[in-house]
T-cell receptor
Framework: GNSVTQMEGPVTLSEEAFLTINCTYT??????LFWYVQYPGEGLQLLLK?????DKGSNKGFEATYRKETTSFHLEKGSVQVSDSAVYFC??????????FGSGTQLTVLP | NAGVTQTPKFRILKIGQSMTLQCAQD?????MYWYRQDPGMGLKLIYY???????DKGEVPNGYNVSRSTTEDFPLRLELAAPSQTSVYFC?????????????????FGPGTRLTVL
């Protein structure tokens, strides 16, 4: 079956540091890949997505590239802000439009 | 647009009690989903619906029931609450025109219901 393995947290960074959160996946066929973000006390919201190999998703300074050869979709941001503190989930969409989520990575950015 | 709304926000149940978690969306989405999120874990799909009158099981359906009589509403029913059902429950919706097996659709999530079973 489908699965998503995410870098374990928590991750603590200083403001303006570089962020990488690793995500690898196992899936049959050609899944779409997503990063969702969950701010404290809120539901998940889409951060970015990529629907085919070599696609790059980007939003709010975050980027991730769909790498089929390494089955990866790592999240990066060049300079994090305190407001980026949240839990980040990598996910893939397989059959029947069901999302399979990773376990989430808690990010804390210190001023 | 209110998006996806869920009620209640918090609830404490005793073992064996029943309750219904409400979910509504005003985006005219055809797909709706129920997930549970356990501490330190990703979300797991409980049930989903592809349209009014059509529901199907997800990864962890045992102990739950759903119905979808309208496009807008997708309630989740717990019949005999157990401590293992202590979790945060999220409802989500998306719009799909069908087609490929792998979906590119964005799911929109509600704020969640925190349920404790004692």
């Amino acid at each position: 079956g489908n699965s998503v393995t995410q870098m374990e947290g928590p991750v603590t960074l200083s403001e303006e540091a570089f962020l990488t959160i690793n995500c690898t996946y196992t899936a049959t066929g050609y899944p779409s890949l997503f990063w969702y973000v969950q701010y404290p006390g809120e539901g998940l919201q889409l951060l970015l997505k990529a629907t085919k190999a070599d696609d790059k998703g980007s939003n709010k300074g975050f980027e991730a590239t769909y790498r089929k050869e390494t089955t990866s979709f790592h999240l990066e941001k060049g300079s994090v802000q305190v407001s980026d503190s949240a839990v980040y989930f990598c996910a893939l969409s397989g059959s029947a439009r069901q999302l399979t989520f990773g376990s989430g990575t808690q990010l804390t950015v210190l001023p | 647009n209110a998006g996806v709304t869920q009620t209640p926000k918090f609830r404490i149940l005793k073992i064996g009690q029943s309750m219904t978690l409400q979910c509504a969306q005003d985006m005219n989405h055809n797909y709706m989903y129920w997930y549970r999120q356990d501490p330190g874990m990703g979300l797991k799909l409980i049930y989903y619906s592809v349209g009014a009158g059509i529901t199907d099981k997800g990864e962890v359906p045992n102990g739950y029931n759903v119905s979808r009589s309208t496009t807008e509403d997708f309630p989740l029913r717990l019949e005999l609450a157990a401590p293992s059902q202590t979790s945060v429950y999220f409802c989500a919706s998306s719009y799909s025109t069908g087609g490929s097996r792998s979906s590119t659709d964005t799911q929109y999530f509600g704020p969640g219901t925190r349920l404790t079973v004692l």
